[in-house]
């Protein structure tokens, strides 16, 4: 598979962007939010760099259940080993084209059915619900209850926790192609602008790989 380059990403948000309006800037608080969200994904972690994130955004005026939703949203990142690996096993066993058997099949209308998002999803992400949810239905019900943890409580306006999880996917230790487009194009929904994408973009390039915990 080819590799995935930032400028490409940026490249792409451009285009996205090209009859967006620009909009308007992101507040301090919503600035704070995304960059501990990013201080805390998994490819960038560090401990001191989190101390200073949670102290700003505290500071700009963030309550302790907004950024536990922010955190609650960016540990899904792990759920991206799911998603590059569900229809390779599925295939190599020969399991992916399978029928639906009647309980997966409830199982898929009840989580799946018709929802925009996770028809959106499908697209940049082709046969992977199916794949994951042939392979385990346990699984597949709980990748739908942990992705669900953060929008549960509504602390933080959807459109900051979509250029959030877009900005995690576009930082240089992970670059993460369907993420980015789907949380984008989600963001632009919401209304952001092309202000706010910019500098979400900018706050993403600034994030050094993870140094390593001790």
């Known amino acids: 598979m080819a590799k995935l380059s930032l400028e490409e990403l940026h490249e792409y948000a451009d285009s996205m962007l090209a009859d967006v309006p620009e909009g308007e800037p992101l507040t301090p608080l919503e600035k704070s939010l995304i960059g501990l969200g990013l201080t805390a994904s998994v490819t960038a972690i560090d401990g001191d760099a989190l101390d200073d994130a949670i102290e700003s955004a505290r500071t700009a005026g963030a309550t302790a259940a907004q950024l536990q939703e922010i955190i609650s949203l960016v540990s899904g990142l792990g759920v991206h080993s799911l998603m590059m690996t569900a229809v390779p ?54 990748f739908f209850d942990y992705c669900a943890v953060p929008w549960k409580s509504g602390q933080v306006r959807a459109k900051i926790k979509e250029l959030a999880a877009m900005a995690c996917d576009a930082t240089p230790a992970h670059r993460f192609g369907p993420g980015f487009r789907l949380h984008l194009g989600n963001a632009i929904k919401l209304g952001a602008g092309r202000l706010a994408v910019a500098e979400t973009l900018a706050l993403a390039a600034a994030i050094p790989e993870h140094a390593g915990w001790r």
């Open 89 to 142: 096993i599925a295939d190599a066993y020969a399991t992916s084209s399978a029928p639906l058997t009647p309980e997966q099949q409830t199982l898929w209308d009840k989580h799946v059915g018709s929802d925009p998002f996770w028809n959106a999803f499908e697209v940049e992400l082709p046969r992977f619900l199916g794949a994951m949810l042939r392979l385990s239905a346990d699984q597949f019900v709980a």
